[in-house]
């Protein structure tokens, strides 16, 4: 009997193996913006609903024997309505379910996955109301202090000091000055980061420990800048171009600041269909079906604790 050898042997050697496991794409992590909205539980049915709002009393001095004068409060109105209503559905048809050997993990991953990524859309769009319901190329200036501008470092982009103006706005609008959130962009991330060690060198206590420790876990960062707890996000609006006050974003992001102190949540939503899963058999087309299904909606409501700060995202290198 001859012996064996790669001449002889090509029937015996498999030369494409397939592995028992399924590579999955990295997701970006959402920072959970769900839990700084506002959400209204006197919304029962419709699709828009209307909150009054009263104006502060007037003071006026007051001489003896004078009539008193008397003026009207303000009122207003902020007009809600519910606009988004997402859906994510994909099938699986017979044949391949009775050929694939990967077919159990994979249905398996139907419904997380949708569930998974009708949240980001939720997250999306619930970050971009806070600039969207700004006035785009303003100061939104309230009470003295701007709201919205491009950032002042070098290049656009954040410095410590844009964080101070952010804490400085927040007061002069007499917001609750607690539980205080930036939320920025990786490139923000990467300059603060950069910026931090610099001071360190230079023996700044502010920054004692960011070498040795590093500047983020998860999404958070691991210190407080002027009061505010940073979160990082990919999922921040950007592609923003415009100038405010004689400085420019060509590749801008909106990186928002604000109170999230509960009786001062900037946006206000309503869920009128928490995310529902539903599956069907389709005999005609010889397939099972998936749909996971959602509407929902939010809204600027208190533009006087919401900061937008532009940074450009090309000036990381």
Known sequence: MA????????????????SNQLKDIFEDDLVGATKW???????????????????QAEVRDYEEG???????MD??????????????ATYVYDKMKQDSFYMNRIESMF?????????KAMEVDLLERGPDGQTASSLNTINGANHRWVASGTNEVITVKDFALANFALQKANVPMTNLVAIVDPSVAFELGTQANQMNVLHNQMWEGIISKGYLTGTKFLYNVYGFDVYVSQNLKSGIAETINGKSVTTGVANLLFSAAPEALPIVGAIRQPPRVESE??????????VTTCRYDAKLYR??????ILSDTDQVA
């Open 303 to 308: 533009p006087e604790n919401m900061i937008v």
């Open 281 to 290: 058999r389709n005999k005609d087309l010889q397939r099972d079906e998936y």
């Open 66 to 72: 004078q009539a008193i004068r008397y003026t009207a």
């Open 75 to 88: 009122t207003g109105n902020f007009t809600f309505t519910i606009n988004e209503y997402k859906s994510s």
């Open 3 to 18: 012996g064996f050898s790669t001449q002889n042997t090509e029937y015996l050697i498999r030369s494409n193996l397939w």
């Open 111 to 119: 419904v997380p996955k949708q569930a998974r990524a009708i949240a």
């Open 37 to 55: 909205v506002d959400w209204l539980s006197d919304f029962p049915d419709g699709d828009t609903i209307n909150i009054p709002s009263v104006g």
